[in-house]
Structures are given as structure tokens and as C-alpha cells.
């Protein structure tokens, strides 16, 4: 199974501070990751899938990067309702996909 | 645009049997796979399989199979998640999600169910 850890656990910026997450996979995953983002008591939230992708309605704040076992969410400038958790998942060993634990960006 | 609408919340005994639901508006059902994820603060998102409605495909996690069962009713645009015997470790929070055409990205999320399992 491959697991992906996610760092930092929590990360404390101020709104319109650049947010860059990472996500590391014990194995290669291609470029097969995708991100979410969850707020409490919702449902989690695509927003880049195939490690830079962005999905529908996304906006373009949101990039991401990487390849292999490293990959990057960068949030170029925080707003407000970015606060939330971030969580990576792969979908190289379709269909046991796997998410990171989770980053939680929070206001500092 | 497409929704999906899950079944309301469960409070079960150990031992009880469930059957919850995810039911699929405003696309073709049985064009896109459909994902179940359990939820729980100690384990956070795991998946635990999927399903093809429109041939009944359907593929589990190894941690979940055989412990429970995906299907689907495409008379109803539905698919369920059921497990025979409820266990304490079974409370958490169940998605269901469809993918984005692709087979492999989920994009659309039910609302979640949040399934209790208390004696």
C-alpha cells in the first residue's frame, strides 16, 4: 500500500500570504495526485487532480506541482474561506486509492 | 447540476445490520463510477471501494472487503453501502462521490451520513 504523509501538519498564515503544502509518497505515484479541501461539517472538495489539474470552478489561486514521490499545493494568496484542510490522495493503485492525513491551514 | 443526496443519520446497536443510501441527480447514472469514503477522526479519509452502476462493477479496499457491500439500483439512480454486522469501529462519517468522467477523480460529494454504532 502506499502511504503519503502530508507537511506540515498545520500551517499558520494571514490572508493574502502565499500557502505551499506538501505531500511525499512512500513509492511513485506518477503524476496521479489529487487535492482536497474540506470545511468543518463538509464534504471534501476537488480541486486539482493529475497533480496540476485544476477542477471546474477551481480558481486559479490554486496550482499544484510535482511528480514521482513530491508534490506541491500552492495557494498563491490566501483568502478567507481558504482556511481549511487540505488533503492529498492518490489514485496509482486504482481502485485502493489512498489520502495524506491532512494539512490544516489556519489563521494566524 | 449533478447531485448526490445520501441517506439521513443512523444511531445502531453492535450486531445490527444497515443499509444507507446515495442517490444521483441530474446525470446519467450509470455512465460514472460512484465512491464510498469513511470519515474518522482517528483514521481520517480512507476509501473503501467503488462501483460501475451501469454494469455493476465493483472493486473494495482490501481493509473493507468483506466487511461490507457495495451495490447499486439503477431503476433508482442508488447506490447503498450495507454491512451485515454493525461494529463500534463502524462510527464515522460515510461519503459517497461520483467521479468526473474520467474513472479515477471524484468531484461530486454527497453530504455524508454519520453512522453511530453504540450499545
Known amino acids: 500500500e502506499i502511504v503519503l504523509t502530508q507537511s506540515p501538519a498545520t500551517l499558520s498564515l494571514s490572508p493574502g500570504e502565499r500557502a505551499t503544502l506538501s505531500c511525499r509518497a512512500s513509492?511513485?505515484?506518477?503524476?496521479?495526485v489529487a487535492w482536497f479541501q474540506q470545511k468543518p461539517g463538509q464534504a471534501p472538495r476537488l480541486l486539482i487532480y493529475?497533480?496540476?489539474k485544476r477542477a471546474t470552478g477551481i480558481p486559479t489561486r490554486f496550482s499544484g506541482s510535482g511528480s514521482g514521490t513530491d508534490f506541491t499545493l500552492t495557494i498563491s494568496s490566501l483568502e478567507p474561506e481558504d482556511f481549511a484542510v487540505y488533503y492529498c490522495?492518490?489514485?496509482?493503485?486504482?481502485?485502493?486509492?489512498?489520502f495524506g492525513p491532512g494539512t490544516k491551514v489556519d489563521i494566524k | 447540476e449533478v447531485q448526490l443526496v445520501q441517506s439521513g443519520a443512523e444511531v445502531k446497536k453492535p450486531g445490527e445490520s444497515l443499509k444507507i443510501s446515495c442517490k444521483g441527480s441530474?446525470?446519467?447514472?450509470?455512465?460514472?463510477?460512484i465512491g464510498w469514503v469513511r470519515q474518522t477522526p482517528g483514521k481520517g479519509l480512507e476509501w473503501i471501494g467503488v462501483?460501475?452502476?451501469?454494469?455493476?462493477?465493483?472493486r473494495y479496499s482490501p481493509s473493507f472487503q468483506g466487511q461490507v457491500t457495495i451495490s447499486a439500483d439503477k431503476s433508482i439512480n442508488t447506490a447503498y453501502l450495507q454491512w451485515d454486522s454493525l461494529k463500534a469501529s463502524d462510527t464515522a462519517v460515510y461519503y459517497c462521490?461520483?467521479?468526473?468522467?474520467?474513472?479515477?477523480?471524484?468531484?461530486?460529494w454527497g453530504q455524508g451520513t454519520l453512522v453511530t454504532v453504540s450499545a
Open positions: 441530474e446525470y446519467r447514472f450509470t455512465s460514472f463510477w
Open positions: 490522495q492518490q489514485r496509482h493503485t486504482w481502485p485502493l486509492l489512498t
Open positions: 493529475d497533480t496540476s
Open positions: 513509492h511513485s505515484v506518477s503524476n496521479f
Open positions: 462501483i460501475y452502476p451501469g454494469d455493476s462493477d465493483t
Open positions: 462521490a461520483r467521479d468526473r468522467g474520467d474513472g479515477y477523480n471524484f468531484a461530486h
